[in-house]
């Protein structure tokens, strides 16, 4: 098929990608001229593990090109998906302002039957509003699906090519045809399409994601719980998890959410659903909690030292999850500032996170090459990503490092008892 892509970010490259990658012919379109130059040279402006690969092996195979053309790439295509962002307003409400001006220029660009997706996350009824607004700019028969995105940062091409289900809102039976036949390919090991009303699909996106997300406040809170009766964490959750009610996902405590999706959506489910006159009160809970949990290794600090003015605090992780260089309201930033405003210093580190932390924090910290080099003469180490080289380092060369061996581990990578037993203060989630 024919496909073209509005919206280079994060959504529609890996989207971009993974379709090609079954044999499709995809143009990615974006009005960034610099970001295309750069995806044509090969080069992505993202960190996705494997996406890099499939982008070259595709722009060699000549399946997956790049333009600023918006026209060029609608009139070429019979399915146009619309994969731009779609940011938090000042209210909590999705702005659709990209949507719909891609929208109508894909009204404006038509020349002939058209199916036309969104692929961002959007509020219930943004199907009939895209429908609305392209119906304006032409005469050309059309449809519009909804089909939002449920990859993870960090595994999205995994997700996109092997999806749990794919979610399609759509209206008519021509237009459920050729997504069937679309997605066919990336479902033959079993994995359900399912075919709904449009309202309902643009409500699945962030149904889940809110579900997640109450999974880490609820066990965030838990932890918390079990920090004030010297209970342990570990033991509830894993009793917790047996219930095969339950089960195991998200049920780890640490610092709470962050990243481009959990947030954005809570948000919006809360505003959307204002709209209708109807009181979220659980998810309006589970921002609260998360933003009190962000500061829950400052707290800690606090405790310990009485005074953070003049330490050092080396920070390990700045990302809001491992694989990814996202840092969007990663808990690692208002840790951080907490840090700073209360008169410490920090020297962070991060696989992949660098150049991103650098553009939030200027030089108000240090950021280290390696992450032994943030330990040097550091007064603790707070660890807020779990990424896997942080699992198993060097304990005697960390405590050498050290002014004081204090450890603030915000994602209980580490047995206490070990690391007690290694001369180390050791403070975790949720664990006596």
């Excluded at 066919?184 to 994601?209: H, Q, V, W």
């Excluded at 030292?305 to 990302?319: D, M, N, P, R, T």
């Amino acid at each position: 098929m024919k496909i073209a892509v509005i919206g280079s970010g994060y959504v529609g490259l890996v989207a971009g990608a993974c379709l090609a990658e079954n044999g499709n012919e995809v143009s990615c379109v974006d009005k960034d001229a610099a970001k295309v130059r750069m995806l044509q040279r090969g080069r992505i402006p993202i960190y996705e593990p494997g996406l890099e690969e499939l982008v070259k092996r595709n722009r060699a195979e000549k399946r997956l090109t790049f333009t600023t053309n918006l026209p060029q790439g609608v009139r070429n295509a019979q399915i146009v998906f619309i994969a731009v962002g779609t940011p938090t307003g000042e209210d909590g409400s999705a702005d659709l302002r990209h949507v719909m001006d891609v929208a109508e220029q894909i009204g404006k660009a038509m020349n002939g039957y058209k199916v036309i997706v969104d692929k961002s996350t959007v509020p219930v009824g943004t199907a009939e509003k895209v429908r609305q607004v392209v119906r304006k700019h032409t005469n050309h028969p059309f449809s519009v699906v909804s089909n939002s995105e449920f990859h993870k940062q960090g595994a999205a091409i995994e997700d996109f090519m092997k999806p749990d289900r794919v979610v399609i809102g759509v209206e008519d039976q021509r237009a459920g045809e050729i997504m069937k036949e679309l997605y066919a390919p990336f479902t033959r090991t079993g994995a359900p399409i399912m075919m709904m009303d449009c309202a309902s699909a643009e409500l699945c996106k962030y149904a889940a994601n809110a579900m997640l997300a109450t999974r880490i406040s609820f066990m965030n809170e838990i932890s918390n719980v079990c920090e004030a009766f010297g209970a342990n964490v570990d033991q509830v959750r894993r009793a917790v998890a047996s219930d095969r009610r339950i089960g195991p996902a998200f049920l780890f405590p640490g610092v709470g959410y962050g990243g481009s999706c959990f947030p954005k959506d809570v948000k919006a489910i809360v505003r959307f659903s204002g709209e209708k006159k109807y009181d979220f009160q659980i998810l309006k809970a589970v921002e609260v909690v998360n933003e009190r949990q962000k500061l829950r290794l400052l707290v800690k600090m606090k405790q310990h030292f009485g005074s953070l003015e003049g330490k050092k605090i080396a920070v390990w992780g700045l990302s809001f999850k491992p694989r990814t260089d996202d840092m969007r309201e990663a808990p690692a930033v208002p840790l951080i500032n907490g840090i700073l405003d209360e008169g410490a210093t920090v020297v962070a580190y991060d696989p992949e996170a660098m150049k991103v932390a650098k553009g939030i924090f200027g030089t108000r910290i240090q950021l280290a090459e390696k992450s032994y080099a943030a330990l040097n003469g550091a007064d603790a180490l707070a660890i807020v990503t779990e990424w896997n080289e942080f699992r198993e380092p060097d304990f005697t060369r960390i405590r050498k490092q050290m002014r004081t061996p204090v450890i603030f581990d915000g994602r209980n990578l580490y047995n206490p008892d070990h690391i007690r037993g290694l001369g180390f203060t050791y403070y975790s989630m949720g664990r006596p």
